[in-house]
Nanobody
Framework: QLQLVQSGGGLVEAGGSLRLSCGAS????????MAWYRQAPGKQRELVAT???????NYADSVKGRFTISRDNAKNTIHLQMNSLKPEDSAVYYC???????????????WGQGTQVTVSS
């Protein structure tokens, strides 16, 4: 079974940087789109950045120019480099991937366990 495991995150002062990582483990046949989402208390989960298998990237307007998503297909990992962090970036960040464990499986949505990012003012 395919699993996404996250690492990184934590507490940082405004203007600082953090790096999140997400790796796929278990039985992996293929993973297509991968992304980072975040959810702040009392708010809906929102898309932060996406990256396709072909390395096409998109960002939410609120993070453009500050966050960078990267992907290593050989290692089935993605990273989110977050610079110039603001208090409003505070949230639980989730890794997402759409993939399948074997060629017989349909593509499914997979989520990481979530990691807290807190930016102090």
């Amino acid at each position: 079974q395919l699993q996404l495991v996250q690492s990184g995150g934590g507490l940082v002062e405004a203007g600082g940087s953090l790096r999140l990582s997400c790796g796929a483990s278990g039985t992996i046949f293929s993973i297509n789109d991968m992304a980072w989402y975040r959810q702040a208390p009392g708010k809906q989960r929102e898309l932060v950045a996406t990256v396709t298998r072909g390395d096409s990237k998109n960002y939410a307007d609120s993070v453009k120019g500050r966050f960078t998503i990267s992907r290593d297909n050989a290692k089935n990992t993605i990273h989110l480099q977050m610079n110039s962090l603001k208090p409003e970036d505070s949230a639980v960040y989730y890794c997402y991937g759409r993939g399948r464990s074997t060629w017989r499986d349909h593509f499914q949505d997979y989520w990481g366990q979530g990691t807290q990012v807190t930016v102090s003012s």
